[in-house]
């Protein structure tokens, strides 16, 4: 997702025009907090909007992060510190969300609106967010529990709709909030309270799930690279659709060194995806094509720890912007009616 | 009511020699122009159409319905349909009244079979001395039965000539409503209007179809096999406001509409769909979004995000999707987020009877989610009351930020009601969040008063943003294992609703002020509950009722008018449960432990009828034979269920 610009913002966001607030269907008989409020704009003294100062990571730190010494949620936090600051967004358009697990107590350490929702769901919530509020910047995070396994349909779904928001997944192979037990993606033969003698099930391959789905942007990242994850957070940050980032982050407490082999300070390799940069070499013939699907999935398919980079990404509308369409086709053939008229002349017809 | 005899003058009158066969009689002058046909004034008459569902029957009655509203009468209609996905038998039944009419009529006063089954099942309904419209292509009455006025006409023959044979039977559902307009008088050329309407904007040529049919029934020269005709008699209304007719699902999308929600999510289920069809088609031209999610727990999702983001939204289900709900709900509770979650009730529990009209979801409203999760449960009583209902809810969800349930069920989901058309300039509430620029010093949960959420994108110049959580949070929304915390925020949360119910009004009592018997209603009971006050009165019965559309929480003050009567019944379409008592009865024992309040409940997935009632509240007392048949299957595969419908659809427990 990215910004956008003033100038697309439909009128109910431009909150501060006189215009909009006393706008024909604005009835009087709205609930007496928000008639009150929007009063306060013309009745009572405007708030004198103090100049906006720089975005700096400490007004958008919150609570110190109750993840344990060494977590790899740590880097994750910091790299999107850096992105905040490094994009200067807008501090009250900045919207932090989550579902359950280690991970999704994300908000509680930002400094921002934000709701931390409940195991699986937070998809469809940051979903109807989007949907209302295209003015607003939307991250989910969450964890592998949250995002494959109870909220598995709902990822499935937003990606297919399209819906445009950013959505990180620490994935670490294992439930952790909870005290290890198995989790979709821990691989075959790991040993958890609920396996004791080593998972049995297929793990979820995230990467292929995503592409099945129809995510229009997929990247996989990993903790221990913080240049690698801010990249991929402002790439998928600037897509306009659902961009889904998964990246290895390692529990300490119950898996860890489970993503030493892709970690080079420990003695692995992190292999990045090369893109193609479309430049007729034949070096080029042999880069990713992003936008090849099958191409994508072959990746998706490489023993661990695979590769790292994007996936794919396309730039199939999103629903957000199919359903901004058919309210303007639809306003157009009320001519501009307000809400008062349009409910009479249904009601006519009911005569 | 089926008291008063419908057609006034007619009683004792032979209203029609009995006919077995209706071959017009070619060369019959037409109805119209025999002088003693002249047609007698009524006040009010129940119109019942059995047949398939496929047969149209239920547009035919639409179409009365809407005839009737426009027409300045009062009018309510009530179905059933199969839980089959093509066919089965189904009724349509119109109640037209110059008066108000408040319960869609025991018994019939005018019977259409189309189908022998449809004469066997529902002759029971017509009133003795009723006039049974038979189709005698395919129905053969027991002629001999003399309660009744036999008109036979071959529906199905005639309707295939007048179409010619492309259509089949196709368009007899029509050809009927020419037969009715023509018995009763009804104003052709608005009938004709509302058919063009109807069809217009499709094919031209269905238009002409439906009009042929419809001009054959008319044309039809039933004089020669029914001596006498009727009329409406005419009051004007008093309002001077237009009627409206719509069925109670439409009324409830409206109301929404009305409430300034402009935001949704739903998931496909009998009978809640047509709200979101209703919503997913309209909330674009008032620059809003309905969702159809992936499930129930998505639906509930997206709309909670919606309500987030500053616009009150809305999402529902019957029974088994609110199940689904449930713990995004007690996210709602405990979030203290606004939400307005619509329960179309039907028989459960699991798939149960999918078409056919319970109350059992009254505890899942108020209790159904996990820990303390206090919400507001109202119950609307009317298809008029759909509309006003979602007004009153969206209200309170915002000024009290919190879930709030309406209950609804199959029975309002479906029926048509003609009403006065609402005052949209004083009820039209604009939707816009407010994003003006606070101060610093927020506090989501602040424990000194009602939580207010802002909305984000809302900046907040001390730099300090809220978050809001599922976790038991502290006044800015931070997690906290304080029991203090714990103990201070869940009154709070429950506090909120005393103070609610501080405002709701004390709900008038119908009837009598005091005396022997209070009826107490919720939900789609109301009109049958009145009309059983209005009969018992009639035979000396010192009774009153009371309805409550506000369930959870109760206004206050009830007991003083408890206190009045020497006895409190409930009447409940659910089960007595293991206590004796129905969901309501239950809930209003455990709040003022009064043993004289008792329930009257039933489980037959119908709605009650006033005898019922009657019979259930006075044992013994109101025994009618008529207008009653617990053998009725109430859906196409229900005829081995006969014996077991017999023992249990009886009004259970007066007691």
Redesign the interface.
């Known amino acids: 997702m990215s910004m956008l610009p003033a100038p697309n913002l ?1 009128p ?2 431009l ?2 025009d006189d215009v ?1 607030l006393m ?1 024909e ?3 009087t ?6 008639a009150g ?2 009063q ?2 013309s009745d009572s003294p ?2 004198a ?2 100049p906006r100062e720089k975005l700096t990571k400490k ?1 958008i730190t ?2 110190h992060p109750t993840w344990c010494p060494g977590c790899g949620d740590f880097a994750v936090l910091a790299a999107f510190y850096k992105v905040l600051e490094k994009r200067q967004l ?4 900045i ?1 932090t969300l989550a579902g359950i697990g280690c991970s999704s107590r994300f ?2 350490f930002v ?8 195991h ?14 295209p ?2 910047h939307v991250f989910l995070f969450g964890g592998d529990g949250d995002g494959f396994s109870i909220g598995g ?2 990822l ?2 937003g990606a297919r709709k399209n819906i445009n928001m950013t959505y990180f997944i620490m994935d670490n192979f294992v439930y952790g909030l909870t005290k290890k037990q198995t989790s979709p993606t821990s691989p075959i033969g790991f040993k958890s309270k609920t396996d004791p003698i080593g998972a049995i099930d297929q793990p979820v391959n995230p990467m292929k799930k995503l592409i099945a789905g129809g995510a229009t942007f997929i990247a996989r990242t990993h903790a221990a690279q913080v240049n690698h994850m801010i990249q991929m957070i402002e790439r998928a940050f600037d897509h306009q659709g659902f961009s889904v980032i998964e990246c290895l982050s390692e529990c300490v407490e119950f898996f860890p060194d489970v993503f030493d082999p892709a970690n080079p300070k420990k003695g692995g390799s992190f292999e990045v995806i090369q893109e193609k940069k479309w430049d007729n070499t034949p070096e080029d013939d042999l880069r990713h094509d992003v936008t090849d699907e099958l191409a994508a999935y072959k990746l998706a398919s490489l023993p661990f720890p695979g590769v790292f980079g994007v996936f794919y990404q396309s730039d199939r509308p999103t629903k957000n912007a199919l ?1 901004k369409k ?2 303007e086709t ?2 157009e053939k ?1 001519g501009g009616a307000s ?2 008229e ?3 002349k ?2 006519d ?3 | 009511m089926n008291e008063t005899p419908v057609v006034k003058q007619a009683e004792g009158g032979s209203a029609a020699s009995p006919t077995s066969t209706a071959t017009p009689a070619s060369g019959a002058s037409p109805a119209s122009e025999r002088a003693d046909l002249r047609p007698e004034n009524i006040q009010d008459a129940v119109i019942r159409l059995a047949g398939n569902s496929q047969d149209g029957i239920q547009t035919a009655g639409a179409f009365l319905a809407r005839l009737a509203g426009r027409s300045d009468h009062d009018v309510m209609t009530y179905m059933t349909i199969p839980a089959t996905i093509s066919g089965g038998p189904s009724i349509f039944q119109v109640r037209i009244g110059s008066g108000e009419v408040l319960s869609a009529g025991d018994e019939a006063d005018f019977l259409v079979a189309f189908y022998q089954h449809s004469y066997q099942d529902h002759l029971d309904f017509l009133r003795e001395g009723g006039v049974l419209l038979y189709d005698s292509d395919n129905v053969e009455p027991n002629l001999d039965d003399k309660r009744f006025v036999y008109v036979g006409v071959p529906i199905t023959g005639l309707t295939v000539e007048a179409l010619g044979g492309t259509a089949k039977d196709k368009g007899k559902n029509i050809f009927v409503l020419g037969l009715i307009a023509k018995i009763f008088n009804l104003d052709v050329e608005k009938l004709k209007k509302l058919i063009t309407e109807k069809f217009g904007g499709k094919d031209q040529s269905i238009v002409n179809t439906a009009l042929m049919a419809f001009q054959a029934g008319y044309a039809y020269p039933v004089g020669n096999v029914l001596t006498k005709h009727y009329r409406f008699e005419h009051f004007p209304k008093t309002s001077g406001r237009a009627q409206i007719t719509m069925d109670g699902n439409q009324a409830l999308a409206y109301g929404l509409i009305a409430a300034g929600v402009r935001y949704g999510a739903g998931y496909p289920i009998t009978p809640w769909s047509s709200i979101m069809e209703t919503l997913r088609r309209e909330l674009p031209k008032y620059d809003g979004i309905f969702v159809q999610a992936e499930d129930e727990l998505g639906a509930v999702s997206l709309a909670l995000g919606f309500s987030y983001s500053g616009y009150l939204a809305v999402t529902g289900s019957a029974g088994p999707g609110i199940s689904l709900k449930a713990e995004a709900i007690g996210w709602a509770s405990m979030a203290e987020i606004p939400l307005i979650v619509c329960n179309i009730q039907r028989g459960g529990p699991s798939t149960g009877l999918p078409t056919n009209v319970e109350q059992s979801d009254l505890h899942q409203a108020i209790f159904g989610s996990h820990g303390d999760s206090p919400r507001v449960v109202l119950a609307a009583a009317s298809v008029e009351d759909c509309f006003y209902i979602a007004i009153e809810a969206a209200r309170i969800a915002r000024k009290y930020s919190t879930p709030v349930f309406i209950l609804s069920d199959t029975s309002l989901a479906t029926r048509i009601e003609a009403f006065d058309e609402p005052d949209l300039s004083k009820l039209m509430v604009d939707p816009k969040p407010d994003l003006t620029p606070r101060e610093g010093g927020f506090k989501p949960y602040d424990l000194e008063r009602i939580t207010q959420h802002i909305p984000p994108g809302t900046r907040i110049l001390d730099g300090k943003y809220p978050l809001i959580g599922g976790l038991e949070h502290d006044e800015m929304g931070h997690p906290t294992g304080s029991p203090k915390l714990h103990m201070a925020m869940t009154a709070k949360r429950r506090n909120k609703l005393r103070k609610l119910a501080e405002e709701i009004p004390v709900p008038e009592v119908y009837g009598d002020q005091e005396g022997d018997t209070l009826l107490v209603g919720w939900g789609s009971t109301y009109g049958p509950i009145h009309d059983a006050v209005k009969m018992g009165r009639e035979h000396g019965e010192k009774i009153g009722a009371l309805h409550l559309r506000h369930v959870h929480p109760l206004p206050n003050g009830l007991e003083k008018i408890f206190a009045k009567f020497k006895r409190v019944v409930t009447v409940e379409m659910n089960d007595q449960g293991l206590y004796g008592y129905g969901q309501l009865a239950t809930i209003l024992r455990a709040r003022y432990c009064e043993p004289k309040i008792q329930s009257v409940t039933k489980t037959d997935g119908l709605t009650f009828r006033v005898k019922e009632i009657l019979q259930g509240v006075f044992p013994g007392k109101f025994v009618s034979v008529r207008g009653y048949s617990p053998n009725r299957p109430v859906s196409g595969n229900g005829e081995q269920d006969v014996d077991v419908a017999r023992a249990e659809s009886i009004a259970q427990g007066a007691g």
């Open positions: 439909s109910k966001e909150v501060n909009d706008s269907t604005n009835m008989t709205a609930s007496p907090a928000v409020n929007r306060s704009g405007a708030i909007e103090p007004a919150a609570d807008d501090h009250e358009k919207v908000p509680y400094n921002g609106h934000g709701a931390h929702y409940i699986g769901r937070a998809v469809p919530l940051a979903s109807g967010i989007s949907l209302a509020r003015d607003l349909n709902h499935d779904h359903e058919w309210i639809t306003r009320i809400d008062v349009i409910l009479r249904t009601f017809r009911m005569k």
